[in-house]
């Protein structure tokens, strides 16, 4: 039998020690960011159009104290009004300003009764900063307990997430893979960073048999801004057609200019769209739009924007080993 030497104990104690304080600094910054949010974040419950009750639920941020929350599209999918819960106990009616549903992003507006505390508005972050293994916390109301709270890390960023509206299809980019628990009614609350800052929106969770540990969250950034900047102020987003199916392609060392090594290629081309009335064909590689170089589907659909809707726009393609400039007129893409 062997017994450790003063050394050896004096050691271990001290990693022990080293491990306490690392778990006292972990609790901290999650206590931290619970409490800076609960405020912020709200149980929603949604009303169908015909005034039934109730038809979903989820969460949403508050984003601007004078009543704005944001949420996920598919939280409020059908639905006109519903009643928002707040973890100090206080409840108001809502009713949504806009929806996006190929971007997962909704915002509503809650009313404002006599006597009622004014809301706080959590701090948007960026999420283009996040890196992975970095501490992120989610608050939410999972399966309708309100003020719930997990935390984890960043486990992937640079996920896609395909979305849809009626025939319209869309891919958001970028999203935010955690390991952070999420469960139903999770759907459209926060994920924030160590300074309570939301970089992300949560939006999906992957269920038993597919992946367990495993959620998503539309990323808070430049490009997410002005689609809440849109639905706050039109209530839609307006979004320019092209009318390709498309997937990011690299190029061949001959079909490179100024250095771009992949394209978007266009795998289908719908016939009476903008692309197919002006010539575009099912394998033409995209290399620019409007002079604005296209590496990637989510660089492609980010030059979709309202302000081209109606534009006449040059797109350069890649066709049979020759570069070919096309004249296409934008639309609108219907919602």
């Known amino acids: 039998m062997s017994t450790a030497s003063p050394n050896g104990a004096s050691v271990l104690d001290a990693q022990r020690d080293e491990e306490r304080e690392a778990l006292d600094a972990y609790s901290t910054v999650v206590s931290e960011v619970a409490r800076r949010l609960a405020l912020s974040v709200a149980s929603l419950r949604v009303e169908g159009r015909d005034g039934r009750r109730p038809t979903g639920?989820?969460?949403a941020v508050v984003v601007a104290p004078d009543g704005l929350l944001l949420t996920s599209a598919h939280v409020v999918a059908g639905a006109a009004t519903g009643r928002a819960a707040f973890t100090d106990g206080s409840e108001r009616d809502f009713e949504v300003v806009g929806a996006d549903p190929l971007s997962d992003l909704a915002v509503v507006r809650v009313g404002a009764p006599a006597g009622a505390p004014v809301l706080v508005a959590a701090v948007l972050g960026d999420a283009?900063?996040?890196v992975v293994g970095q501490l992120v916390v989610a608050v939410g109301n999972p399966l309708g307990f309100a003020g719930s709270v997990s935390a984890g890390v960043v486990s992937g960023l640079g996920r896609s997430l395909p979305t849809r509206s009626g025939h319209a299809s869309r891919v958001v980019d970028n999203v935010i893979q955690t390991d952070a628990a999420?469960?139903?009614g999770n759907s459209g609350g926060?994920?924030?960073?160590?300074?309570?800052?939301?970089?992300?929106i949560n939006t999906a969770v992957v269920g038993p048999g597919i992946g367990q540990g495993l959620g998503l969250a539309v990323p808070i950034n430049?490009?997410?801004?002005?689609?809440i900047g849109a639905l706050i102020a039109e209530g839609r987003v307006r979004r320019a057609?092209?009318?390709?199916?498309?997937?990011?392609?690299?190029?061949?060392?001959?079909a490179r200019v100024d250095g771009q090594s992949s394209g978007v290629e266009a795998t289908s081309v719908v016939t009476d769209s903008p692309a197919g009335r002006a010539g575009l064909r099912p394998g033409d590689v995209v290399l620019s739009v409007d002079g604005e170089r296209v590496e990637s589907v989510?660089?492609?659909?980010?030059?979709?924007?309202?302000?081209?809707?109606?534009?006449?726009?040059?797109?350069t393609v890649w066709r049979e080993g020759r570069v070919v400039d096309l004249a296409v007129a934008l639309t609108e893409l219907a919602d």
Do not use: K
């Open 57 to 59: 639920a989820g969460s």
């Open 298 to 315: 989510g660089a492609l659909q980010g030059l979709m924007t309202g302000a081209r809707i109606g534009r006449t726009v040059a797109v």
């Open 241 to 254: 057609y092209l009318g390709i199916g498309g997937a990011g392609r690299p190029l061949p060392p001959n």
């Open 128 to 130: 283009d900063r996040l």
């Open 222 to 227: 430049g490009a997410s801004r002005q689609i």
């Open 182 to 184: 999420l469960h139903p």
């Open 190 to 200: 926060a994920l924030a960073d160590s300074r309570a800052e939301v970089v992300g």
